[in-house]
């Protein structure tokens, strides 16, 4: 099983700073990753995928690198709406796994 | 727009079943691979199951092995998972979500999910 580790556990961040999380794979994933938001008590939601294509209606705050397995999302300016969990996966070998999140809360 | 509401939550002693059910609407249902994704309380995110497009395909994640049953009804577009032989560590917000693609590995990520349904295993 591929094992998805993410980085920081918390991040604390003022509306309008840059965000930048790390997920680290324990074998190459390709570009097979994608990004999920989860706000408290919704479900997650799809923010990009394929390491660096956004979803739809996602705004280009959002970006994507990486490949192998090494990867980051970053949110170029924090609005009050992008606080919350933010969750990996990667969909290049069975069975799909995610990491363990990175919760993005107000400074 | 699409659509995904599930039900069939509940609490439920250990040893117990229940039957998750999922409908779908606003998209081609049996053009695309569903899954079943879980999140204990406080916990993270972990993928249970997916179903091919016409239902002949399924994988289990190991910890559900055995002990679930995914099955979908195109006709109905309808989803179901039948969770036997609970045991505590099933409880958690069982998600349904839309594979992103029609094909591999487009559709091993998800790109829709619905509000969940709390499966609670307790004695």
Not at chain 2, 72 to 82: E, T
Request: with cysteine; proline share 4%; aromatic share 12%.
């Amino acid at each position: 099983e591929i094992v998805m580790t993410q980085s920081p556990a918390t991040l604390s961040v003022s509306p309008g700073e840059r965000a930048t999380l790390s997920c680290r794979a324990s074998q190459s994933v390709s570009t097979n990753l994608a990004w999920y938001q989860q706000r408290p008590g919704q479900a997650p939601r799809l923010l990009i995928y394929d390491t660096s294509t956004r979803a739809s209606g996602i705004p280009a705050t959002f970006s994507g690198s990486g490949s192998g397995t090494e990867f980051t999302l970053t949110i170029s300016s924090l609005q009050s709406e992008d606080f919350g969990v933010y969750y990996c996966q990667q969909y290049d070998k069975w069975p799909l796994t995610f990491g363990g999140g990175t919760k993005v809360e107000i400074k | 727009q699409v659509q995904l509401v599930e039900s069939g939550g509940g609490v439920v002693q250990p040893g117990r079943s229940l039957r998750l059910t999922c409908a779908a609407s606003g998209f081609t249902f049996s053009n695309y691979a569903m899954h079943w994704v879980r999140q204990a309380p406080g916990k993270g995110l972990e993928w249970v199951a997916v179903i091919s497009y016409d239902g002949r395909n399924k994988y289990y994640a190991d910890s559900v092995k055995g002990r679930f049953t995914f099955s979908r009804d195109n006709s109905q577009n309808m989803l179901s998972l039948q969770v036997n032989n609970l045991r505590p560590e099933d409880t958690a917000v069982y998600y349904c979500a839309k594979g992103r693609g029609s094909s591999s590995p487009g559709n091993l990520l998800f790109d829709y999910w619905g509000q969940g349904t709390l499966v609670t295993v307790s004695s």
